[in-house]
């Protein structure tokens, strides 16, 4: 997050926009450097929500501790209570 602004859009799903869902799966692409913040369901279209990188802080505090993830990783954790894991995509 570290390379994008605070107001960038990024990509989450309405259900963790709207608080019914939290952030369990984190993506830092790498063709763009754009951010997705989901959960571990697999994610349908029709959920997509854009919002800014400012917004995603806001409801989840601890995306901060991957501000260091390099484009082409992703993050990973069981529940809100649990460590996040970090990989290279695949």
Same mark, same amino acid.
């Given at each position: 997050? +570290?390379?994008? *602004?605070?107001?960038? $859009? +990024? #990509?989450?799903?309405?259900? #963790?926009?709207? %608080? @019914?869902? *939290? @952030?369990?799966? +984190?993506?830092? !692409?790498?063709?763009?450097? %754009? =951010?997705?913040?989901?959960?571990? !369901? !697999? $994610?349908?279209?029709?959920? $997509?929500?854009?919002?800014?990188?400012?917004? @995603? +802080?806001?409801? !989840? *505090?601890t995306v901060l501790a991957l501000a260091d993830i390099p484009p082409g990783w992703r $993050? =990973?954790?069981?529940?809100?209570?649990?460590? =996040?894991?970090?990989? *290279?995509?695949?």
């Amino acid at each position: 997050m +570290v390379d994008q *602004p605070r107001n960038c $859009a +990024v #990509i989450s799903l309405r259900q #963790i926009v709207f %608080g @019914i869902a *939290p @952030i369990l799966h +984190v993506v830092h !692409d790498e063709d763009d450097h %754009g =951010w997705q913040f989901l959960n571990l !369901d !697999d $994610a349908r279209e029709e959920d $997509a929500s854009v919002v800014t990188l400012e917004e @995603i +802080v806001k409801l !989840d *505090p601890t995306v901060l501790a991957l501000a260091d993830i390099p484009p082409g990783w992703r $993050a =990973w954790r069981k529940s809100v209570t649990h460590e =996040w894991n970090r990989e *290279p995509k695949e």
